[in-house]
């Protein structure tokens, strides 16, 4: 930013013209925190700003710009929404080709968590909705064509049984649930699984009735929990140590 160099500025960041508004996102939002716009005769800059005093691994302040507005007019004033968010997933999802060509997307109603392919059926996608929706596509329509509800957010993941595709499994909350698409569009069945919040849902590859669950890192482990369908008890428990960081 253009400023008296008499003043011996502990860092500087380069500007088209004059800056005649700064503001600082003042929003405890996670990492969107970090953002800080300025205005000039004809633009916006967003950009994050980092500290040392917020970041041991910043060396003095880190800057970085993420997006310049042009729009022909001189900026005096600039608000920030309380809703401003960085780490929010984009709300589409986007099939490619082989060769990178983009052959469909689909607008989502919020992030997608899983992505699914129908195991038989090449021309069929799961997307799982972190609100709680699990949406079945068909590629060569680019239509929805079914949809199932957990009633209990956030979906975190979900995936397609490959020895049954007409279950569906996934993990939302502290519970994992259970869907047959051929009855409801709601869980046949649910269990609370982690205390910790359920992270992860994966089926086994060679039976129906099993699959696993994990649940959010602790500081110091990661429970990986197993599952039957016809036993009400957990089968198998993993408990993984995490080792601390060292720097280097």
């Known amino acids: 930013m253009k400023q008296d160099s008499t003043r011996n500025a502990a860092y500087t960041v380069d500007c088209e013209d004059y800056v005649h508004v700064i503001k600082f996102n003042p929003f405890d939002s996670g990492d969107a925190c970090s953002l800080i716009a300025y205005g000039g005769n004809n633009y916006v800059v967003v950009g994050t700003c980092r500290f040392q005093e917020e970041d041991a691994e910043v060396e003095g302040m880190q800057y970085k710009t993420l997006r310049t507005f042009h729009h022909g007019i ?3 004033a600039i608000a920030w929404s309380p809703e401003t968010r960085l780490d929010a997933l984009p709300p589409q999802i986007r099939v490619w080709d ?3 060509n983009e052959k469909a997307h689909f607008v989502l109603r919020s992030p997608g968590m899983s992505v699914c392919w129908h195991p038989d059926e090449a021309f069929k996608l ?3 909705e972190k609100n709680g929706t699990i949406r079945f596509y068909d590629l060569i329509t680019q239509q929805a064509i079914l949809s199932l509800e957990c009633e209990q957010t956030p979906l975190m993941s979900a995936d397609w049984c490959l020895k049954n595709t007409l279950k569906i499994g996934a993990v939302a909350g502290n519970d994992w649930l259970i869907w047959d698409i051929t009855c409801s569009s709601y869980p046949q069945d649910k269990r609370p699984v982690h205390v910790d919040r359920a992270r992860l849902f994966r089926w086994s590859r060679v039976n129906e009735n099993l699959f696993a669950t994990t649940g959010y890192p ?6 990986l929990l197993v599952h039957h369908l016809g036993h009400p008890q957990v089968n198998f428990e993993f408990n993984y140590i995490q080792k601390p960081s060292q720097n280097i």
Not at 218 to 223: A, E, F, V, Y
């Open 74 to 76: 001189r900026v005096d």
């Open 98 to 100: 082989l060769e990178g």
């Open 126 to 128: 799961m997307v799982a």
């Open 218 to 223: 602790g500081k110091t482990t990661t429970q």
